[in-house]
């Protein structure tokens, strides 16, 4: 089975400033996809961004960007200048492509990091 | 705006009450989920719909039970349920036939059991 482990709970950081969530994952499969969720009060699921694990770029969304480490199952969430919108829970979240016998991918969701933006 | 709408927002209901939940997308998706989701804690998978057909039972007591009348509506139809099933209910959706394709999720319903 897989699994997505979020170490960090709740994470806070002032506006403009940088912070890393970190995600860790386990998995024997060689190619599947990584997601970095948000959902803040409003309570949708946002997408934030999407990696490939074929891809050796590192994917980058405007301020949003992750440091992809295949070896080690590592895929953090950086958040540059970050902005009182930026206060939701973030969820890192694993598509395994051999679950895809339909194409249909199932999520692997970690238990979430609850991230504060301070004025 | 959300490309995935649900309604109710909110719903109270009595452990005796019929009521459904329903899910709307007009983005031509052919799969569509439903996720129920309890405070701080990440969603979790109950159904899964490929081309109106079920693929995926998570083993979900039957109280709970989806219908898809078509490509672009998902229901869930609730009856005798317990305290315990208040939650978050998320509907998804994503493109089938793709290398892939992320969900989409809707606002949810907030359902509370009286």
């Known amino acids: 089975a897989q699994t997505v482990t979020q170490s960090q709970p709740e994470m806070s950081v002032q506006e403009a400033e940088t912070v890393t969530l970190s995600c860790t994952y386990d998995t024997s499969e060689n190619n599947y996809y990584l997601f970095w969720y948000k959902q803040p009060p409003s309570r949708q699921m946002i997408l934030v961004i999407r990696?490939?694990?074929?891809?050796?770029q590192n994917a980058t969304e405007n301020r949003f960007s992750v440091n992809f480490q295949k070896a080690a199952k590592s895929f953090s969430l950086k958040i540059s200048d970050s902005q009182l919108g930026d206060t939701a829970m973030y969820f890192c979240?694993?598509?395994?492509?051999?679950?895809?016998?339909?194409?249909?991918?199932?999520?692997?969701f970690g238990r979430g990091t609850q991230l504060t933006v301070w004025p | 705006d959300t490309e995935v709408t649900q309604t109710p927002k909110h719903l109270v209901m009595g452990m005796t009450n019929k009521k459904s939940l329903k899910c709307e997308q007009h983005?031509?998706?052919?799969?569509m989920y439903w996720y129920k989701q309890k405070a701080k804690k990440p969603p979790e998978l109950m159904f899964v719909y490929s081309y109106e057909k079920l693929s995926i039972n998570e083993s979900v007591p039957s109280r709970f039970s989806p219908e898809c009348p078509n490509s672009s509506l998902l229901n869930l139809h609730l009856h005798a349920l317990q305290p315990e099933d208040s939650a978050l209910y998320l509907c998804?959706?994503?493109?089938?036939?793709?290398?892939?394709?992320?969900?989409?999720f809707g606002d949810g319903t907030r359902l509370s059991i009286l």
């Open positions: 990696q490939e694990a074929y891809k050796q």
């Open positions: 979240a694993f598509m395994s492509t051999a679950d895809r016998g339909s194409t249909l991918g199932r999520l692997y």
């Open positions: 983005m031509g998706h052919r799969a």
């Open positions: 998804a959706s994503s493109q089938e036939g793709q290398p892939y394709q992320p969900q989409h």
